[in-house]
C-alpha cells in the first residue's frame, strides 16, 4: 500500500465510519478498485485506521468522556459493548470470511437502504432525550444491534442508532450514544487487530499487526498517515451527519446506500471487481 492510497482508504473511512452507509463496505469497495483488497496489510490497515476516528469522537465530546463524576455512563458503554466482544471473539474467522466478499455487501447495502427509507416512520414516538435516561438494559440492547454490524456493508452506526430508536431514543440522542458506543467498540476491534491476531506473512509464517507495522517502514508511515487522514475526516462527518440527521432523518442515506449496492453489483458483473 502506497500513500496515496492509505490516503484514500483513510478518507473513505473518516467520511463513513459515522454515516449509516457503511465504512466497512465502503473500504472494500476502494481497495478493491485500488486493487490491494487481497493484501494482508490492507485488512489490518483497514481496521487499524479507526484509532483516528475513535479519536475524533472523543475530542467532539471530550467533556462527555473525562467526566469522571459520571461513572454511570462508563458502565453503561461496558454493558453495550460486551456483546460485540464476545460475538467478535468467538466467530472471528467466520467474520474475516465475510469481509472479504463484495458480494455481501452489495447485498446488505441494498437491503440496509430499503430499511432506512421507511425507518423514521416505525420509531415517531421517542421517549428518551438524554444520556442519563438511558438504563442498562436498553445499553444492552443496543449493544445486540450492533452486533448486527459484524455483516461487512450493514453498517455499525445504522445498526446501533435503528437499536437507539427501536428503544425509545430521539433520533438525536441515539445517533450520539452510536458515536459513545464506537469508542469502546472499535478501539477492541484495533487493539485485537494489532496485539493478538495473527496475520499472514508475504515471507511465511505468521506475525501480529504491530509487528507488520514495525517491520515496514511503508506500513508504519501508511498507518500513521492514515489515522491522521481519518482523524480530520471523521471530525467534519460527525458534525455534518448530526446536522443532517435532524432535518431530513435516514431516507436520503437510504437511497444512497440502494445506489451504491447497484453499482458495486455492475461493478462485480462487469468484472471491474472480483469477488
Not at 19 to 33: D, R
Request: some cysteine.
Amino acid at each position: 500500500m502506497n500513500i496515496f492510497e492509505a490516503i484514500v482508504v483513510a478518507v473513505v473511512e473518516g467520511l463513513t465510519e459515522f454515516l449509516p452507509v457503511s465504512s466497512t463496505g465502503h473500504m472494500i469497495i476502494a481497495s478493491s478498485l485500488l486493487g490491494i483488497h487481497k493484501e494482508e496489510f490492507t485488512k489490518l490497515f483497514e481496521v487499524a485506521i479507526q484509532l483516528g476516528a475513535i479519536l475524533a469522537v472523543v475530542v467532539l465530546y471530550w467533556k462527555k468522556f473525562i467526566d469522571f463524576k459520571s461513572f454511570n455512563f462508563y458502565i453503561k458503554l461496558a454493558v453495550a459493548v460486551i456483546p460485540a466482544l464476545l460475538l467478535g471473539f468467538l466467530f472471528s474467522d467466520q467474520i474475516d470470511a465475510l469481509l472479504e466478499s463484495p458480494l455481501t455487501v452489495a447485498i446488505t447495502l441494498l437491503l440496509g437502504g430499503i430499511i432506512l427509507i421507511f425507518i423514521d416512520r416505525a420509531f415517531q414516538h421517542p421517549t428518551i432525550t438524554e444520556e442519563k435516561e438511558i438504563s442498562h438494559p436498553k445499553a444492552l440492547m443496543i449493544g445486540l444491534w450492533q452486533c448486527l454490524a459484524m455483516i461487512p456493508g450493514v453498517s455499525r452506526s445504522a445498526a446501533s442508532i435503528i437499536g437507539g430508536m427501536q428503544q425509545k431514543l430521539s433520533r438525536s440522542l441515539a445517533a450520539e450514544f452510536s458515536f459513545f458506543l464506537a469508542v469502546p467498540t472499535m478501539a477492541a476491534a484495533t487493539g485485537y487487530s494489532l496485539v493478538l491476531k495473527k496475520w499472514a506473512n508475504p515471507a511465511g509464517g505468521v506475525q501480529k499487526g504491530y509487528e507488520m507495522l514495525l517491520n515496514s517502514s511503508a506500513n508504519l508511515t501508511a498507518f500513521i498517515i492514515g489515522n491522521i487522514v481519518a482523524f480530520v475526516v471523521a471530525l467534519l462527518a460527525i458534525k455534518f451527519f448530526i446536522g443532517f440527521l435532524q432535518k431530513h432523518g435516514f431516507k436520503w442515506f437510504g437511497y444512497y446506500r440502494i445506489a451504491a449496492g447497484l453499482i458495486l453489483l455492475i461493478l462485480l458483473y462487469t468484472k471491474v471487481i472480483h469477488n
